[in-house]
């Protein structure tokens, strides 16, 4: 992983990583970095030393997907088995939940993720069973469910009033999250 100066485009460092790394977040105050290799190890750098703090996550196997809540301290993760999401804490490494992401025969794998602003509530669509997901993330219980067209990705309005969903055809929906989300 290279690090890079934006503003010079100067190279800053190089973290190495004994395996391929696929996904990368940074948490919003800049100082760390979180990295997943191919093999499901999670990795938080400190930026400013270029080192590594901890790792985690090895015996999930391969994960695919890395999202932070806003906090910049929730993680979440999808693992080998695709029909769950796990969610850690970056800060300590420890494991805080597990999400179960097949309601039914056609709901894995888990294709993409959102937070909502507050980080309450984690939204998730299945690629095959074409449903989004909602997850309280204190609890891990599944808020509910919906069907619609496949989307490729989430996101999240600053003020959570909206999830827009981007779909094959380059078509967006955008949805009344207050509507859409069951909450307690």
């Known amino acids: 992983m290279r690090l890079w100066e934006v503003a010079t485009g100067q190279q800053q460092a190089v973290l ?10 940074i948490p919003p105050d800049g100082t760390l970095l979180v990295s997943r290799t191919m093999g499901g190890t999670i990795r938080v750098w400190d930026l400013a030393r270029k080192r590594e703090l901890r790792r985690f996550g090895e015996e999930l196997g391969r994960i695919t997907r890395l999202i932070l809540g806003s ?4 993680l979440a993760s999808d693992a080998t088995t695709r029909d769950k999401v796990q969610l850690w ?6 494991h805080l939940a597990t999400l179960k992401a097949k309601v039914n025969w056609q709901d894995s794998p ?15 669509t299945t690629m095959f069973g074409a449903r989004m997901l909602f997850w309280d ?3 891990g219980e599944l808020l509910g469910t919906i069907s619609f067209p496949r989307p490729s990705s989430l996101a999240f309005s600053p003020d959570g009033t909206i999830l827009a969903s981007t779909h094959e055809g380059g078509n967006v929906m955008l949805w009344d999250a207050a509507k859409l989300i069951p909450r307690k």
């Open 71 to 74: 906090d910049g301290k929730t």
């Open 110 to 124: 888990v294709d993409a993720m959102a937070f909502t602003p507050d980080g309450k509530v984690l939204a998730a």
């Open 89 to 94: 804490d970056v800060t300590s490494g420890r």
């Open 16 to 25: 190495k990583d004994t395996k391929p790394v696929f996904s990368l977040v």
């Open 137 to 139: 993330t204190a609890s």
